[in-house]
């Protein structure tokens, strides 16, 4: 004879309700705005929906109810392993999440990659805002984010009008590496940069390019380079300038060693990542020259790696600057007008810069 089975149905907020002889009200409560409760209450509430295997309410129907996803979206134009890989990346990373944590908001990041169109991701994406870190004007993942009628914040690039951003003044900054560089009388340079546009080019940028490059902050970087320079009498079409799509050290060391290949006599190397500028480092140790008396090089952000080098560079606050775009798009305040804020950074002079040496030194000097 056939034995039947009895299946316990799942409990639900209903029946949860009947089981304590409270309303539905307050067993949502429990779970959605527990200072609602008293913290006896809540505890009745909570082990009770344990006995009976209730497992909470469906995060689902409450988002369609609320219209809430309770998470902010992070744009990445990167693979996903990028925000964990690179340090900058990884700095405002961290700062994001914090802010987040603070206001009970999760973190769904949104990475694409970057040589595809396909925007489904960000049209997939469940959040009530997003925060787009550093990608190019044309992008279309950046259009696909503007186009849903959710609040955005972008970090770095680009700068578009209405929209709130957070960053820093990268012009003021690399024009102040440039001063010193200047001053230690430096004329025979050579560039190393980051990717200038969507499309895959690894090797030298013109000018032309550099002038017209999407990605605002390394078009403007180069072009307080180029400013700066051509005040001294340095005519910027002459100076080499290497691109390397994919930001990693050992793109940083090929670009350094095309440059030294291309031109002996260049005195110092200006990178405009620190990663960038970590390669050309261990290409130069590769080559046997000493760094800074045969050749300076520089660096841009400030990473951990780069200070305890001694690298010469820029140290921008990438954690402050993660805090600073949470919480821009987690103010309640009305947004009346697009914000902005602008942090402040800091030239480290470091030990990978001091005076070119001359070319009898170069090349006879010990």
Known sequence: MARSIHVRRPATLASLAAELGVSRTTVSNAYNRPDQLSPELRRRVLETARRLGYPGPDPVARSLRTRKAGAVG???????????????????????????????????????????????????????????????????????????????????????????????????????????????????????CMRLARDRNDGFASVERQQSAHFHVQRTRLGGLATAFETVGVDWASVPVVERFDHSSAMGASAAAQLLDADSQITALICTSDILALGALAEAKRRGLRVPQDLTITGFDGIIEAERVGLTTVRQPVLEKGKAAGRLLLSPSERTRPRSITLETEFLPGTTAAPPRTTEERWFGP
């Open 74 to 192: 992070l744009l990445l134009t990167e693979n996903l392993s990028y925000a964990f890989r690179d340090p900058a990346a990884l700095g405002f990373l961290e700062g994001l999440a914090l802010a987040c944590e603070g206001a009970g908001q999760g973190l769904h990041l949104v990475p694409v990659n970057p040589e595809r169109e396909d925007v489904a991701a960000v049209h997939r994406a469940g959040v009530d805002g997003f925060v787009v870190y550093s990608v190019p004007d044309d992008d279309p993942h950046l259009a696909a984010v503007l186009s849903r009628p959710v609040p955005t914040v972008i970090a770095d690039q680009p700068h578009i009008e209405g929209v709130d951003r957070v960053g820093i003044d990268d012009g003021t900054a690399i024009t102040e590496l440039a001063q010193k560089l200047i001053t230690l009388g430096h004329r025979r340079i050579g560039v190393v």
